[in-house]
Nanobody, 117 residues
Framework: VQLVESGGGLVQAGGSLRLSCAAS????????MGWYRQAPGKQRELVAT???????TYADSVKGRFTITKDNAKNTVYLQMNSLKLEDTAVYYC????????????WGKGTLVTVSS
């Protein structure tokens, strides 16, 4: 399984970006896909996830501003980020998970999002 993120970059506060994560390889039957982020000097944190049946969850800090969607035909998950804030600056990582007897996580290499004032 390979996860490849794209769409990061530099944006002014209040602006928007859309991240994409394309899954390839043995990518069927993920229980969930999502986005995590890690800011400098901080731990990686959950941003948003979406299950195989389309149920989404969000961190409180991004609710109402970010939207996660997926295209099953393209094995791609998206993160639409609106009203970006300085504190959204981080490396954003795509995650895919299979949950059975044990949980198996797959990670992308990350894409940098920088929000400037």
């Amino acid at each position: 399984v390979q996860l490849v993120e794209s769409g990061g970059g530099l944006v002014q506060a209040g602006g928007s970006l859309r991240l994409s994560c394309a899954a390839s390889g043995n990518s069927f039957s993920f229980n969930a896909m999502g986005w995590y982020r890690q800011a400098p000097g901080k731990q990686r944190e959950l941003v948003a996830t979406i299950t195989s049946v389309g149920t989404s969850t969000y961190a409180d800090s991004v609710k109402g501003r970010f939207t996660i969607t997926k295209d099953n035909a393209k094995n791609t998950v998206y993160l639409q980020m609106n009203s970006l804030k300085l504190e959204d600056t981080a490396v954003y990582y795509c995650n895919a998970a299979r949950v059975g007897i044990m949980r198996v996580d797959y990670w992308g290499k990350g894409t940098l999002v920088t929000v400037s004032s």
